[in-house]
């Protein structure tokens, strides 16, 4: 069965310093990978999203992605974290136009 | 804009009492609905989807059903929960179509059961 790994299960930073999660899936075929956030007491929402094309993609508030298609990863990354950062984040793989599948997700928690 | 709402925020609930969820969506028309559950350290488990009126696809076994009696009503119900029905249930849609979609998520309601 398809599956994504989130290893990462709880992460804590201080400010300024740099995030990589890692995202994992088992797909064999064209995937779309999607992060997701959810930040305390808010709706769950999209931070980026990997279609087709570059593989590097950017999100909001300098979130960034790679895709590596021989490794089935989609890491998240971030190169300095801010408080504001302190949240959940989940990764997502379709096959296409296939339900989504979600990783069991990351506890972020930065401190000032 | 189109935007998703749900309702109620909490629930707590009686062993053996019914349940209803309702999420409706606005602004968009034949939307892809989607009941999740999200417990602590478990991600996001899809239970049911829906790509039209009438159309409903269930995840997997459990107490719980799913209607969509409207384009942009999904209601989450159950005749007699049970303890393990408790958790945070999130409500998502998008465009369907057939193309690479973005699932929009409502504020989720969280069900105590006691």
């Known amino acids: 069965a398809q599956s994504v790994s989130q290893h990462n299960h709880h992460v804590i930073l201080s400010e300024a310093a740099s995030l990589e999660l890692g995202c994992n899936y088992s797909?064999?075929?064209?995937?779309?990978l999607f992060w997701y956030v959810q930040y305390p007491g808010q709706h769950l929402q999209l931070l980026l999203k990997y279609f087709s094309g570059d593989p590097l993609v950017k999100g909001i508030k300098g979130f960034e992605a790679e895709f590596i298609k021989s490794k089935f990863s989609f890491n998240l990354r971030k190169p300095s974290v801010q408080w504001s950062d302190t949240a959940e984040y989940f990764c997502a793989v379709n096959e296409v136009t296939d339900k989504l599948i979600f990783g069991t997700g990351t506890r972020l928690q930065v401190f000032p | 804009s189109q935007t998703i709402h749900q309702w109620p925020a909490t629930l707590v609930q009686p062993v053996g009492s019914p349940l209803s969820l309702e999420c409706t969506v606005e602004g968009t028309s034949n939307p892809n609905l989607y009941w999740y559950r999200q417990a602590a350290g478990r991600g996001l488990q899809l239970l049911f989807y829906?790509?039209?009126?009438?159309?409903i696809s269930s995840e997997v076994p459990q107490n719980l059903s799913a209607s969509r009696p409207q384009d942009r009503q999904f209601i989450l119900s159950s005749k007699k929960l049970l303890l393990s029905d408790s958790g945070f249930y999130l409500c998502a849609w998008d465009s369907g179509g057939g193309l690479p979609n973005i699932q929009y998520f409502g504020a989720g309601t969280r069900l105590s059961v006691l």
């Open positions: 829906s790509v039209g009126i009438g159309q």
């Open positions: 797909y064999g075929g064209t995937v779309n």
